[in-house]
């Protein structure tokens, strides 16, 4: 009579013993394997070198936005950046002048 007991009770401690080793063993696969597990690093680390070379490309263009606009400035403009401007936007220059633009400024 106390055998049945005791084996009913063996049986649901090995079943729960197996359940929280499966448990353990699909996190540990999800630690490996998983999408933000140790072979996924490297790709991270690859996509999040590629964001910041783009932050860096955006910080710049920013920059450069920001020094356009301290010139444009309606207190005091930049005769040459507004000439400029002018001569870019509206088309008016001269038949006999040559435009040089200089890459990089």
Known sequence: M???PRRRHALQDSLV???AL???LAIGALAVAGPYGFL????SMSVL???ESRIAKLEAKRDEYQ???ELLDPEHVDPDLA???TRRNL???HPDEYIIELEGE
């Not at 996924?40 to 790709?43: D, I, M, P, R, Y």
């Open 2 to 4: 106390t055998s049945r």
């Open 17 to 19: 013993q197996a359940g």
């Open 22 to 24: 499966c448990l353990l």
């Open 40 to 43: 996924a690093w490297s790709e």
């Open 49 to 51: 070198e590629k964001r």
């Open 67 to 69: 020094n356009l606009v």
């Open 83 to 85: 000439t400029e401007l």
């Open 91 to 93: 088309n008016v220059a």
